[in-house]
Each structure stands twice: as structure tokens, then as C-alpha cells.
């Protein structure tokens, strides 16, 4: 069994930054590929970036450049550092990870982005 926890999120104004962090449980978390996704009300969630448990990451053509996401593997924790912010990135963002053939998804947390 894995739990995720997300926490970071919030309201920002165009141009600012936050960064989202995401708690796993569990002692193999650095095996596995653990992503960030978003959804806005009507919309399906998308990836936003993924970062394989050896540090390779990718990113959605709409966030390149402005969003990092990085692993603490001995912290058991993924971040997206979000910088750059944009009306359109206003969403609640999942931490995502499959483990063992499960899927296993966060609680969500929202940002909102505006003046």
C-alpha cells in the first residue's frame, strides 16, 4: 500500500511561483516513476511532468521551461517547482505513481492563479 500527500498549493498572481510537494509512503519509493498531473472541472487529467526513480524527467510542451520537477529519494518525496505561473496552470494537481502494477493517486491540492 502507498500513500501520497500533496501539499504546496494556493493562490498566486500571474508571474509568481510555488512549489508543490508530494509525500510518499513506503521504502522503494526510489524505483518508481512518479508524475504530476492536472485537472480543471470538465477536462480530463493531463500530465504535467514525470521523473523516472534514476532522475530522467519530462515535461508537457505547455510547462517546459517553467516547471521543474525534482525527486528526494531519502526524503520519499517528488516536488514541482512551478514558476512562471499563468491563469490557464490553474487547476488541482495530483502526485501520481504506479507501484507494483497499482495506481496509486494524491488527495489533490488546488492552485489558482490570479490577479
Known amino acids: 500500500q502507498v500513500q501520497l500527500v500533496e501539499s504546496g498549493g494556493g493562490l498566486v498572481q500571474p508571474g509568481g511561483s510555488l512549489r508543490l510537494s508530494c509525500a510518499a509512503s513506503?521504502?522503494?519509493?526510489?524505483?518508481?516513476?512518479a508524475d504530476w498531473y492536472r485537472q480543471t472541472p470538465g477536462a480530463q487529467r493531463e500530465l504535467v511532468a514525470a521523473?523516472?526513480?534514476?532522475?530522467?524527467?519530462n515535461y508537457a510542451d505547455s510547462v517546459k521551461g517553467r516547471f521543474t520537477i525534482s525527486r528526494d529519494n531519502a526524503k520519499n518525496t517528488v516536488y514541482l517547482q512551478m514558476n512562471n505561473l499563468k491563469p490557464e496552470d490553474t487547476a488541482v494537481y495530483y502526485c501520481?505513481?504506479?507501484?507494483?502494477?497499482?495506481?496509486?493517486w494524491g488527495q489533490g491540492t488546488q492552485v489558482t492563479v490570479s490577479s
Open positions: 513506503g521504502s522503494i519509493f526510489n524505483l518508481y516513476t
Open positions: 521523473i523516472a526513480g534514476g532522475g530522467r524527467t
Open positions: 501520481f505513481m504506479v507501484v507494483a502494477g497499482r495506481d496509486y
